[in-house]
């Protein structure tokens, strides 16, 4: 008989709306060693929610990060690939944090607080690694005080085309006046100073609202949200419309389309590196010499499925001859444009013939064109 104890599993961490989500009767998973809800009501149906009206997540698992003191803006600069330098007060910014070879850490959102204070919304399964690696990098400048809130928020997503009607109701802030990705802090739902952010990962129109972790705050404005939302059909969401809506609208996702093996100009990702910024940056000397090269020799590119079958990630990528010559990083059906798709990488050289390729799914090798993204884009109003 063996002595030998059994290995302690960790157990799931959960967000503070654990409970209500179970009694909604959520198809609950593992997802990064967090207790999240994958559906509700059914993926494609939530999925649909959102392209045309409203659906709420619950993205409480997300990390926040805080930078407070003078050299508040320089520790960002030095981290991260986009301009920091350029934000005003209440607005926020789409950015990533890179290793010297100026691969990805995570990628993230920067909002800017104040002169002296930002805050960095950083990926849920990533967050204890970026914290540690931000402490790491610029935990000993001078004039800087950084800190870990991530147990403090619950993070709600309220996203559509009806999500502004929807969060309307629950305060008194003009909505309609903030910005696509600025901020401000108001009263939501009774609760007063909730940060509210135009911003989200579905491609629709919608707000984050972060608002204090306790259940009964945090229930609190959840229910408020639905009951808001419930004459435009508002549904709750899950990871699984989270994923094939962020595909759809050509997000990308960290442990996918970028790695700590992927640079900026393979993902496609450079439009929001800042290259010429006054701050040296971590990654800046090794992006330098891609572009100075001529450029990465593989690059992500979007797929539309030709024939019947669905690229799921990590199949073979294949050419004419059935020959590997790259990956899919994300593949699923896209509810809300009735076809298949995904991203993949391929060598450079591929991409920019923008020639068919093929996908081994299980046994079938399966033609798919080589299509522009994001594969959805809404219509601005």
């Not at 509700?40 to 929610?49: K, N, Q």
């Not at 790491?136 to 147990?151: C, E, N, R, T």
């Not at 990308?252 to 993902?267: R, S």
């Amino acid at each position: 008989m063996s002595t030998t104890p059994a290995p302690v599993v960790p157990a799931l961490k959960q967000t503070a709306l654990n409970a209500t989500h179970r009694a909604l009767k959520a198809k609950m998973v593992d997802f990064g060693g967090w207790d999240m809800p994958v559906e509700y009501s059914g993926l494609i149906a939530e999925h649909l929610a959102v392209r045309t009206a409203v659906g709420l997540f619950d993205v409480g698992h997300m990390g926040e990060i805080q930078f407070r003191g003078p050299n508040s803006l320089a520790a960002v600069q030095r981290i991260t690939m986009n301009d920091a330098s350029r934000l005003k007060d209440g607005q926020a910014q789409y950015s990533a944090l890179l290793t010297p070879e100026g691969t990805f850490v995570d990628d993230i959102l920067v909002h800017k607080l104040g002169d002296n204070d930002y805050l960095l919304v950083v990926n849920a399964g990533t967050k204890d690694k970026d914290y540690a690696w931000i402490r790491k990098q610029v935990g000993g400048m001078p004039g800087i005080h950084i800190s870990d809130y991530s147990s403090y928020y619950t993070q709600l997503a309220i996203q559509g085309p009806r999500a502004l009607e929807t969060l309307q109701k629950l305060t008194k802030v003009d909505l309609a006046g903030i910005k696509n990705y600025w901020f401000t802090f108001g009263q939501v739902a009774g609760v007063y100073n909730t940060l509210i952010a135009r911003t989200g990962y579905s491609g629709e129109d919608g707000f984050e609202i972060y608002v204090p972790s306790d259940v009964v705050t945090s229930e609190k404005v959840w229910n408020a949200g639905l009951e808001a939302g419930t004459e435009f059909g508002i549904l709750p969401c899950g990871l699984g419309a989270r994923n094939t809506l962020r595909l759809e609208a050509g997000m990308p996702l960290y442990e996918h389309e970028i790695t700590d093996q992927t640079n900026v100009f393979e993902a496609g990702l450079d439009r929001w590196l800042k290259l010429e910024k006054d701050s040296d940056f971590l990654g800046r000397e090794a992006l330098l010499a891609v572009k100075e090269s001529g450029g990465p020799a593989r690059k992500l590119v979007g797929l539309e499925m030709v024939e019947r079958g669905i690229a799921r990630d990590g199949y073979p990528v294949l050419n004419e001859a059935g020959e590997q010559i790259g990956v899919v990083t994300s593949g699923s059906p896209a509810p809300f444009l009735k076809t298949n798709i995904a991203y993949a990488y391929v060598p450079a050289s591929v991409a920019e013939s923008k020639e068919d390729v093929f996908v081994q799914v299980r046994t079938n090798k399966v033609r798919a064109k080589q299509v522009s993204t994001p594969f959805y884009k809404r219509i601005k109003k």
